[in-house]
């Protein structure tokens, strides 16, 4: 059984720093580029960065750009998202997703609060 | 790409039949998809590359269009089809669009 699992959300200060994590298993980690999307409080899905397969090529939209760094362990099976410098509109649950529209898998999402 | 969905909300009855329609800002070229999220669920994938729809989605959703313009429809709504409904484009980069919420009338 695919399952993804994110970790490491919380309630954080303005320009604090937090890494996620997603935790995959049940395919091989290693063939799938992945996703961060996120969803803020009653708002709509917002995509946030992917990664390639071997980690090798990273893509961010412009509000997260030079904020926060995708990385991957393939090794670990693990999908990780270091956010820095964090604004109270980073405030949102965070998604890790695989990036194939054949092999559509979420998780269930972590929360993450920005707020003093 | 940007896209725009409408409408935002949407009130129908169990029976009628629905269509929600998503505009992009460019050519998609058919990297069109539609997820549905109910409250406090990651969302679930639909239809994807316009009109395929996904293994075990019932066959009253189904998906069309062309270019710019995308519309998913609900042949007959059931009361479980109650959700927010995002299109999504994977052609250039990766887009979603602001959601359509379907509410009972």
């Known amino acids: 059984e695919v399952q993804l699992v994110e970790s490491g959300g919380g309630l954080v200060q303005p320009g604090r720093s937090l890494k996620l994590s997603c935790a995959a298993s049940?395919?091989?980690?290693?063939?799938?580029?992945m996703h961060w999307i996120r969803q803020a409080p009653t708002k709509g899905l917002e995509w946030v960065a992917s990664?390639?397969?071997?980690?090798?090529?990273?893509y961010y939209r412009d509000s997260v750009k030079g904020r926060f760094t995708i990385s991957r362990d393939n090794a670990k099976s693990t999908l990780y998202l270091q956010m820095d410098s964090l604004r109270s509109e980073d405030t949102a649950t965070y998604y890790c997703?695989?990036?194939?529209?054949?092999?559509?898998?979420w998780g269930q999402g972590v929360m993450v609060t920005v707020s003093s | 790409i940007q896209l725009t969905q409408s409408p935002s909300l949407l009130s129908a009855s169990v029976g009628d039949r629905v269509t929600l329609s998503c505009k992009g800002s460019q050519n998609i070229n058919n990297y069109l998809a539609w997820y549905q999220q109910k409250l406090g669920e990651a969302p679930k994938l639909l239809i994807y590359k316009t009109n395929s729809l996904q293994t075990g989605i019932p066959s009253r959703f189904s998906g069309s269009g062309s270019g710019t313009d995308y519309t998913l429809t609900i042949s007959s709504l059931h009361s479980e089809d109650l959700a927010t409904y995002y299109c999504?484009?994977?052609?250039?980069?990766?887009?979603f669009g602001g959601g359509t919420k379907l509410e009972l009338k």
């Open positions: 990664i390639s397969p071997s980690g090798g090529s990273t």
């Open positions: 999504y484009q994977y052609n250039n980069g990766w887009t």
């Open positions: 997703a695989t990036d194939d529209i054949l092999f559509d898998y």
């Open positions: 049940g395919f091989t980690f290693s063939n799938y580029g």
